[in-house]
């Protein structure tokens, strides 16, 4: 075995166990087994069957896929199936009980770090279709399962991204808060120098062709050429958001599109989710704790129509999906795209809020040396950035490993988000990385910031 390969193996069972421990930590270290099994919103799974989900997918495509080997439970692939399985629908389903799914869980880990340990790690055929599904088999393409462990990197941010929901549902949940945060370690905030960066025209690269831990939806690289155009330097704050709520910007259907506006008043929204005002204080609710609305932290729990209506109070409009890419990666210097806003180097705690940290954004401008080339501050990290820009896929996609990932979710009115969360792990986010979500959630780790054309004012 090289020492490359093994460096990548040591890594990967690092990461499979981070990812391991923290949805443990989120499930069976954190609440009882009544808590476990119920629903705590029809737009959420049981928190159990996140749990046994990740274990099921691991094994699918670690040990079934990848390994060779045969099926541990295929009695339950069924019922840890997302697309035969709406989420209102799971917690009548036979689930695993908490100690069965950790048992299980625990078992397949164990066979696949044996696994891991005979791979090899270079190019090899990929499946015909996706392991256990009747539909959207797998289109082999020039990337393989085990080529640089894609595979592994694969379920490893699958896991993080199943906690990152749970950190979803925990926030709906009622009751008592359960979950610790560690103290804010940020440094002390700095003013930016203006209040928005000019992008200039020009071409740049978009996607990716060879970045390791790429999902198909991120590829291929293309060129994309824009006209210039302002960007907020930093994501809209509770403070400038509480500006627009009170002057009506709920109540004026100027702001909004149609479908934002039918959104509105289906919903009776007047502000963002989990907020309430009492004699003139906004609160907010946050895992179980109720707490002043913080002026200077980006708005987060807004869905794409809020944020759209936000932008047009503003005079300004949201970037779109090639814009917010731009800002984040384009390194005016070299003409380069990198793989961060702050270069090609992996996340440090100086350069973004990620990984469940804290329970929350940063303020703006906590982190400094995570910004752009072109001075744009905290893309990633913090909240997720809705986008102008419906979800599909690039020039020459090609679905990989299985169309279920990305491909079903094109031209279906999916809004794309950019940039993570304060709930996103570090492996489960970069300049390229793409996450959508119906135009009306709420629920997510989600923010904006906005944008204008360079030609006007």
């Not at 997918?57 to 439970?73: C, D, H, K, P, V």
């Not at 090899?124 to 539909?135: K, L």
């Not at 990197?153 to 549902?169: C, G, R």
């Not at 809020?306 to 949201?318: D, M, N, T, V």
Request: hydrophobic share 35%; with cysteine; glycine share 8%.
């Amino acid at each position: 075995m090289s020492h490359e390969q093994e460096r990548a193996k040591e890594r990967i069972a690092a990461e499979l166990d981070r990812s391991r421990r923290r949805s443990n930590g989120l499930t069976l270290d954190a609440l009882d087994e009544e808590d476990l099994l119920a629903q705590h919103s029809p737009l959420m799974s049981p928190l159990v069957w996140d749990l046994a989900h990740v274990g099921n997918y691991e094994e699918q495509w670690l040990l079934r896929a990848a390994g060779g080997r045969e099926a541990l439970r295929p009695d339950i692939d069924g019922l840890y199936d997302a697309f035969e399985n709406p989420r209102a629908d799971r917690v009548s389903l036979p689930l695993l009980r908490p100690e069965e799914a950790r048992e299980y869980n625990e078992r397949v880990r164990r066979e696949v770090l044996d696994a891991l340990d005979a791979a090899d790690l270079s190019a090899v055929p990929a499946p015909r279709r996706e392991p256990g599904a009747a539909s959207g088999g797998a289109t082999p393409g020039e990337r393989s399962l085990l080529d640089s462990g894609f595979v592994f990197h694969m379920v490893i941010q699958h896991e993080h991204m199943h906690d990152e929901t749970m950190l979803a549902t925990h926030q709906l949940r009622r009751g008592a808060p359960v979950l610790l945060e560690e103290e804010p370690a940020f440094a002390r905030p700095a003013p930016p120098a203006a209040a928005e960066v000019l992008v200039p025209a020009g071409p740049f690269t978009m996607g990716t062709d060879d970045d390791p831990w790429s999902y198909d939806n991120e590829r291929p690289g293309h060129t994309v050429g824009l006209d210039a155009y302002w960007i907020d330097t930093d994501p809209v704050t509770n403070a400038a958001y509480l500006e627009f709520v009170a002057d009506g910007g709920y109540l004026d259907p100027r702001w909004w599109t149609a479908d934002g506006w039918r959104w509105r008043e289906r919903r009776g929204a007047l502000a963002p989710a989990f907020w309430s005002e009492e004699d003139g204080v906004w609160a907010r609710r946050r895992f179980g704790r109720r707490e002043r609305v913080p002026l200077h932290e980006p708005v987060q729990h807004v869905c794409f129509h809020e944020a759209q209506a936000y932008a047009r109070w503003a005079g300004k409009r949201l970037p779109t999906e090639a814009e917010w890419e731009k800002a984040a990666r384009f390194d005016p210097a070299t003409g380069r795209s990198l793989r961060f806003p702050w270069g090609d180097g992996e996340p440090e705690r100086r350069h973004a809020n990620l990984g469940q940290r804290r329970l929350g954004p940063d303020p703006v401008g906590s982190r400094p040396d995570g910004a752009s080339p072109l001075g744009v501050r905290q893309l990633v990290g913090d909240v997720w950035e809705w986008t102008s820009t419906t979800f599909d896929g690039y020039p020459g996609f090609t679905a990989f490993p299985y169309r279920e990932y990305s491909e079903v979710f094109f031209e279906d009115g999916y809004k794309v988000l950019r940039g993570g969360s304060w709930a996103t792990h570090p492996t489960a986010v970069r300049s390229t990385f793409r996450n959508w979500d119906h135009p009306v959630r709420r629920q997510i780790f989600s923010g904006f910031r906005c944008a204008r054309d360079a030609d006007r004012g």
